[in-house]
């Protein structure tokens, strides 16, 4: 199967800083990575749809100032939370379209937490 | 707006049991997705279903799109505590390949 990586696991970090979160496909070509927030035992909340080369489509409700996102090449897409806050602290999970594929492959989640 | 309706939100059940786990829609979607998630991990893809009535059997999980494609249901036989975890179904359609989530079903089995 398409492996989907995604670092830091778990941070931690200072309220008023900012946390850059990556998710790379390993083996595979990504056109398009999705970026998703999930809250204990709930589902996963899709935030932004990102294409490699274009700007990010934000779902309504997501801030695009605050969750900035990049998707720089067909393997790599980056989540930057600016300026976080407690109420930012969630597990955001990352997920990957292969090239002419429709599944998905989810990273493995990172847990943030802000203090 | 496509939504999926998951349905039961929890279950806990003793090892050995049966169980159901249904997904309904209004929305027709292209194909259906089943993942488990264990806690700290991202989910992890299970099935995907296509084509309308489609069954599929993942050893003791038997999953079934229905014929209009709007529904779906994932059937656990002689549950175990491994089975553990949340399941969500995800449907896909539109542009972009975006899937729309369930609620998800936090499934127990005790030993």
């Known amino acids: 199967g398409a492996v989907v990586s995604q670092h830091p696991s778990r941070v931690i970090c200072k309220s008023g800083t900012s946390v850059k979160i990556e998710c790379r496909s390993l083996?595979?070509?990504?056109?398009?990575m999705f970026w998703y927030r999930q809250f204990p035992k709930q589902s996963l909340m899709l935030m932004a749809t990102?294409?490699?080369?274009?700007?990010?489509?934000?779902e309504q409700g997501v801030e695009k100032d605050k969750f900035l996102i990049n998707h720089a090449s067909l393997t790599l897409s980056t989540l930057t939370v600016t300026s976080a806050h407690p109420e930012d602290s969630s597990f955001y999970i990352c997920?990957?379209?292969?090239?002419?594929?429709?599944?998905?492959?989810f990273g493995q989640g990172t847990r943030l937490t802000v203090v | 707006t496509q939504l999926l309706e998951q349905s039961p939100q929890f279950l806990s059940i003793q090892e050995g049991e049966n169980l159901t786990v249904y997904c309904n829609s209004s929305?027709?979607?292209?194909?259906l997705q089943w993942y488990r998630q264990e806690p700290g991990e991202g989910p992890v893809l299970l099935v995907t279903?296509?084509?309308?009535?489609e069954v599929k059997k993942l050893k003791r999980l038997t999953f079934q799109f229905g014929d209009a494609r709007k529904d779906s249901s994932l059937h656990i036989t002689a549950a175990q505590p491994g089975d553990t975890g949340l399941y969500l179904c995800?449907?896909?359609?539109?542009?972009?390949?975006?899937?729309?989530f369930g609620k998800g079903t936090l499934l127990t089995v005790n030993p």
């Open positions: 997920s990957a379209r292969r090239v002419m594929n429709t599944e998905a492959f």
């Open positions: 083996d595979f070509q990504a056109t398009t």
């Open positions: 990102s294409n490699e080369g274009s700007k990010a489509t934000y």
């Open positions: 929305s027709v979607f292209s194909s």
């Open positions: 279903v296509v084509t309308g009535g």
């Open positions: 995800a449907g896909q359609g539109g542009s972009n390949y975006k899937l729309t």
